[in-house]
């Protein structure tokens, strides 16, 4: 601790204190501070004002004062019509001895800064459009729900302050020419940080420029933003749904539609559907501000005459399902497919708000799909397996193990009659999708006694085309008497 025999130095927390007249309500404090910190500062400090005759009245609606118990000093407003400007105020600061004498130590400058700063109202968007011709109708009355929306962001404003809606959309103002009475065509709500829009009676197809200001309360006071402007366009247009498409159809990688979609809703990130193993369409809604919320999927030239029927038959060869925003069409596993073949089908979009009417969706144009499937490679296998004619109980098993996908079954080309004629031959599937092949001999054989014979096998790939040709594998099989 360094002593010292000066007199104590005391000055302000801030020398300059802002108060906005837009929120006469609120006070801003500060504090006098010693350089030494043993000051005993006296309890009432008179802050006057630095005025004359020009500004007297303007000093006169600001009130600063020194608060006895709380330690601090209060500026606050006493007239909101305050001119914007610095005002100035002093204060001989006192302070008491160690011997109890009140003692004037210097003299300090509070700046109170008057500023009429407004709140800050933003919008995302400067146009949006409506399509006149999404309504519905009961008896006489038309309601018009196509709703358009802009984001908005709001800052610079004090807290406890909300918008007050009733107030700013009194403002509403149809600034284009001759087209005044257009606000009254429209409805307009603030929610969740949107501005929501749709018509609320006929009007023209045009654009019209509109504008309102942003009122804010707090229940006893209201502060105004600047102007908000804003362009919508009013159009005719008949809904339907456009769709992005990418990805393939592989017969030979087959999701479980029900599969595939408990284990979305479970953990999202946990897709089945890819690029790879389907076709992947994002769907965009055209002439509504909607959302696809559900699909269906019909084969080409079956569309039924009401697609939202419960009952509506679906594709008997393909599956669709919506998950996220995004529509993913795959073959039913079981189903028969040529590979390297076009198939057409029809996607029936249901959306979140639309009511046509004829139904509550969308049916796409007809979609085409060709197959495709990547056959793998087998490993080779350069071992010998035996079977005895002496026990014809005996058998000789190897498994087929492909690098991918699963096999379906392993069997004699119609043509190897020597192989049919020597051979039975059955299998087992394997939970990794390899399968065994168990030989044993039968009573007659077609192949010599202690002879070692190259057999050729066939192997069928779970969900391969119909049109497929087979992968041939080769096994050494000897025959011992």
Same mark, same amino acid.
């Given at each position: ?11 302000? +927390? ?85 011997? *109890? ?22 919008? *995302? +968007? ?57 606000? !009254? ?14 018509? !609320? ?92 919320? *559900? ?34 069409? +795959? ?65 000789? +098993? ?84």
């Amino acid at each position: 601790i360094k002593r010292s025999a000066k007199d104590p130095k005391i000055s302000l +927390s801030s020398k300059n204190v802002t108060v906005n007249k837009l929120y006469p309500e609120e006070e801003q404090t500060f504090t006098l501070k010693s350089d030494q910190f043993d000051t005993d500062l006296e309890a009432e400090q008179v802050f006057t004002a630095k005025s004359n005759d020009k500004n007297a009245a303007e000093y006169a609606k600001l009130k600063v004062e020194y608060d006895e118990t709380e330690g601090e000093g209060t500026v606050k407003i006493l007239d909101p019509s305050v001119k914007k400007g610095d005002y100035k105020f002093t204060c001989n600061a006192k302070r008491r001895s160690k011997t *109890g004498t009140l003692l004037t130590t210097n003299t300090v400058t509070l700046t109170v800064k008057v500023v009429d700063t407004k709140p800050s109202f933003t919008l *995302g +968007s400067k146009s949006v459009s409506v399509n006149r011709r999404i309504f519905s109708v009961s008896g006489a009355e038309y309601d018009y729900y196509d709703t358009a929306s802009i984001s908005y962001k709001v800052s610079k404003l004090d807290d406890g302050y909300t918008l007050d809606e009733e107030k700013t959309l009194a403002s509403l103002a149809c600034t284009t020419k001759n087209k005044a009475d257009f606000a !009254n065509a429209l409805d307009i709500g603030f929610t969740d940080k949107k501005v929501e829009i749709n018509l !609320n009676s006929e009007a023209n197809n045009g654009s019209y420029s509109m504008s309102f200001t942003p009122a804010f309360t707090n229940g006893s006071n209201t502060v105004y933003a600047a102007k908000a402007t804003f362009k919508i366009t009013v159009y005719s247009g008949t809904v339907s749904v456009s769709l992005k498409k990418e990805g393939k159809i592989d017969l030979l990688k087959r999701v479980d539609a029900a599969e595939a979609v408990a284990a979305y809703n479970a953990t999202p990130s946990k897709l089945l559907y890819n690029k790879s193993n389907s076709m992947v369409y994002t769907p965009t809604v055209k002439n509504m501000h909607d959302k696809v919320v *559900g699909v269906k999927i019909f084969d080409n030239g079956k569309v039924p005459a009401d697609p939202d029927a419960v009952d509506a038959a679906e594709s008997t060869r393909f599956n669709a399902v919506l998950l996220g925003n995004k529509i993913y069409v +795959s073959p039913k596993p079981g189903v028969a497919f040529k590979s390297d073949t076009e198939y057409k089908f029809v996607l029936y979009c249901e959306l979140d708000i639309y009511e046509g009417a004829t139904y509550k969706g969308v049916l796409s144009g007809v979609q085409t799909v060709k197959t495709t499937q990547s056959l793998p490679k087998i490993k080779e296998d350069k071992s010998t397996y035996s079977l005895y004619l002496s026990n014809r109980n005996r058998t000789a +098993s190897f498994t087929v193990k492909p690098e991918s996908y699963a096999i379906e079954s392993v069997y004699f080309n119609s043509k190897d009659t020597n192989a049919k004629n020597t051979f039975e031959i059955s299998s087992t599937m394997n939970s990794d999708g390899s399968l065994t092949v168990t030989l044993r001999l039968k009573d007659s054989i077609s192949y010599a006694t202690n002879s070692t014979n190259n057999i050729d096998f066939y192997v069928k790939f779970a969900g391969e085309g119909t049109n497929t040709k087979d992968v041939k594998i080769t096994r050494s099989i000897k025959i011992n008497r």
